[in-house]
């Protein structure tokens, strides 16, 4: 009967019929015009369903990720899967399965028509994901083709996997389509199929587990780490009754065989060290830092790792490799003075963002461990003055190169705590580029006390670092920020004033074919001329022939950085050996690259971890390593000076302004070159006194005299005192770490002997 002929006889017998009659032939004609629509709706969607295959159920689901040049740098879970034959597949485990996933398996035909209705309404009224419902068939499409994003169930993708659901019952056999499903599970620890999480856990094939420990492993893939036997017992146990429970209510065991298995220790039998850990792969190794990153990025956008995606990253792989040789290698030729000491190094390109490159540590022997490139828990030293110091100064204030800046005895506002330089004196009056080629502290904070708290903060912002408690004077020394973001805050310095946020992510092809490309987010940080104008002079950090980042200078580049330590707090220093530092910085970049390293130990304030010597240019020395590889090939642009920017010697170098608002008198115009830069003293070490109670919050300050010989010269070397601001940036969500103190307290993250770092949950992107 047709919708017209429905509609006729209501017209017919509308005088017939009562108000009441009236309403329930509406409502009938109602249904039968949704169920049209409906039927219409699924015939489309099903036409357009992906194509599904025996390759396609019998694959494992492991995500592949690729290098930028398409090359497979990693398969999570596609190493670690035994496949298992139906033959070979104990019928207790089959009769588990299908007890507690979908106890009519058997008999229906892929689908539960109930299920599926109840899915369409929770759709249509509840405005959200549809939820549960599938059968084990669809479990299976949906395993194999579909996404696992939840905000990817739509009712579009629920009728094309029932309509997937009910061809694969058509064309294969029950016993097949439990083989495909047994082998396909994500099961935990990087591991696929049951054969496969059997093996590990027990160190034994299914044929061979009892009732209790099949029960545990039907259970495990509706929530692996939740119900982890090892790290959550109790829910594994639980989860286990349950099962048995079902198999009872299905009849395929004794009610007497259930209390039997669950009186069993849930841990029997399990091998504790193989369930905890992961396999690894040829180049997983080498990018471990990169690819944890990966993973982060790729569960904050909804991606789920057993989903069967294909990730294509923005990694350049023969650089990572040379990172990680030099890192590890004995016979790298830089100095790292045991195992414990540490690394930890991000490079980005300056024109777009992508991390090219990632490492997170060295000498690490568990795979996806601490990556210390996105560590927040560590002071950046002297690598932040010309991020909240210097630059807003130009950017906000005017200044030009040669603006005259004051190094005269200064106490923090407020307080009696006075700050001092590395080589406890004061020079008078100098320009603004001479005190940070030399990195004294007084004219980085009193140029800082100009510019203002909220500018300097402002500017931070505008380069991807927010804090979780508002900043102080005293972070103008040093702040707790990753070498992700300080290699992406720099980039502005290198790309004209655009600050990208970091990604690690090109794309994402699922299995359906679908592609999600990625950018990233950006924004105007600065001007071109302010970063023209801090180019210039971060160049003289390295180039000048008697500063201590001279280690970092590569004959003949292009480049600018900036170095930074940090020294160990006011009573510790009596704890250690004399001029040792916690912390070795160098955030250096060209056209083409920026990249920031950090060195020192995991535990610092454990005996016989601490920088001495000459380790303060390990990280020097192996920026000068990666980026002079990096670096071969490719043109060696100078920066270009923007139209407002002017180029004057005065006072024997070359110097720059803002039109405008320079000082003309006794300058003329410049005739030597670019490349003539500033000959100051490039003693690029800090210190500040720490005589003072490290209990008070504002202070700031170590008083140490630290002459490291560099290059043959006596030149300080640049020590900032750790106990500034410790409040750690909220920027990077992945891998940032906690060390158990107040924010603001400075006190605690300088005394605490176990100064381990950890995780840190509220740290979201953050920095790391």
């Known amino acids: 009967m047709s919708s017209d002929e429905i509609y006729s006889r209501i017209k017919k017998n509308k005088r017939h019929m009562g108000p009441i009659g009236h309403i329930v032939l509406w409502i009938i004609f109602f249904i039968f015009v949704l169920f049209l629509m409906g039927c219409g709706m699924f015939t489309y969607y099903a036409a357009t369903s992906p194509h599904i295959s025996y390759s396609t159920l019998s694959s494992d689901n492991s995500t592949t990720i690729y290098d930028k040049d398409g090359r497979v740098i990693s398969r999570l879970g596609m190493q670690n899967r035994d496949y298992v034959k139906s033959r070979d597949i104990p019928e207790n485990l089959k009769n588990a399965i299908i007890s507690v996933e979908d106890r009519h398996f058997y008999t229906d035909k892929g689908i539960d028509p109930i299920r599926i209705m109840e899915a369409a309404v929770s759709n249509i009224f509840g405005g959200g994901g549809l939820q549960g419902g599938s059968t084990l068939t669809q479990q299976l499409v949906k395993l194999s083709v579909f996404s696992t994003k939840s905000s990817d169930q739509t009712l579009k993708r629920k ?31 990087n591991s696929y199929g049951m054969q496969t999480a059997s093996d590990v856990m027990f160190n034994k094939p299914l044929s061979e587990l009892d009732l209790s420990q099949t029960a545990l492993l039907a259970g495990l893939p509706q929530a692996p780490v939740s119900y982890n036997p090892v790290t959550n017992p109790e829910y594994a146990r639980d989860r286990r009754n349950q099962v048995l429970d079902a198999m009872v209510k299905n009849k395929a065991i004794s009610k007497a065989q259930a209390e039997s298995a669950k009186k069993e220790y849930i841990e029997k039998g399990i091998n504790k060290k193989r369930a905890e850990s992961n396999p690894t792969q040829a180049n997983e190794k080498y990018a471990d830092g990169y690819i944890s990153q990966v993973i982060q990025e790729l569960q904050q956008k909804g991606y789920k790792l057993d989903a069967g995606n294909k990730v294509y990253t923005n990694l350049d792989m023969d650089m990572q490799k040379h990172m990680y040789k030099l890192a590890n290698d004995s016979d790298n030729g830089l100095g790292f003075p045991n195992n414990d000491f540490q690394i930890g190094a991000t490079v980005v390109d300056p024109n777009n963002g992508k991390v090219v490159a990632m490492l ?49 005895p200064y106490t923090y506002p407020g307080t009696n705590i006075k700050v001092e330089n590395f080589d406890n004196k004061f020079d008078g009056n100098m320009t603004m580029q001479k005190a940070l080629v030399e990195s004294r502290n007084v004219p980085a904070l009193r140029t800082l006390s100009a510019v203002g708290i909220g500018r300097a903060t402002d500017f931070l912002s505008g380069l991807g670092m927010t804090f979780k408690k508002p900043l102080t004077l005293q972070n103008g020394l040093g702040a707790y920020v990753s070498t992700e973001q300080e290699a992406a805050a720099f980039s502005a310095f290198s790309n004209g004033g655009t600050y990208y946020k970091p990604y690690t992510i090109d794309k994402v092809v699922t299995p359906t074919g679908d592609i999600e490309n990625f950018s990233t987010k950006s924004n105007q940080a600065m001007s071109a001329s302010t ?44 704890k250690v050996p004399y001029n040792s530092d916690m912390d070795a910085w160098f955030t250096g970049y060209t056209k083409h690259y920026s990249m ?3 060195t020192g130990y995991d535990q610092p304030f454990q005996e016989g971890h601490e920088i001495t010597g000459r380790q303060y240019t390990i990280a020097q020395n192996y920026y000068k390593a990666v980026m002079s590889t990096a670096s071969e090939g490719l043109p060696n642009t100078d920066w270009s000076k923007p139209s407002d920017v002017v180029k004057t010697y005065k006072d024997g170098h070359d110097q720059y302004y803002i039109a405008g608002h320079g000082e003309n008198q006794n300058s003329k115009p410049s005739s030597s070159t670019s490349g003539t830069q500033n000959q100051q003293v490039n003693n690029n070490q800090s210190v500040t006194n720490n005589s003072q109670n490290q209990n008070n919050q504002q202070n700031n300050g170590n008083d140490s005299n630290n002459n490291h010989t560099n290059n043959g010269t006596n030149a300080p070397t640049e020590q900032t005192p750790n106990n500034s601001n410790n409040n750690q940036s909220n920027n990077n969500p992945q891998n940032t770490t906690n060390n158990n103190a107040d924010s603001n307290n400075t006190s605690n993250t300088q005394t605490q002997p176990d100064n381990k770092l950890t995780t840190a949950s509220d740290n979201t992107n953050s920095s790391h």
């Open 531 to 574: 970063a023209l104008i801090m180019t210039q002079m971060l160049k003289g950090v390295i180039n000048n022939s008697d500063g201590s980042a001279t280690s970092a200078r590569i004959s003949g580049l292009n480049q600018a950085g900036k170095s930074g330590q940090t020294q160990y707090p006011s009573e510790w220093i009596s």
């Open 159 to 189: 009728a094309q996997e029932a309509w997937l659901a009910i061809q694969v019952d058509r064309n294969y056999s029950k016993q097949q389509i439990l083989e495909f499903y047994i082998n396909k599970v994500y099961m935990g620890n």
């Open 596 to 598: 920031s390293v950090w």
């Open 360 to 408: 997170g540590g060295r000498k690490q022997n568990t795979l996806f461990g601490f990556n210390r490139a996105v560590q927040t828990a560590r002071s950046s030293g002297s690598t932040i003055k010309p991020l909240m110091d210097y630059g807003p100064a130009v950017e906000y204030l005017n200044y030009p190169t040669y603006e005259t800046v004051k190094d005269t």
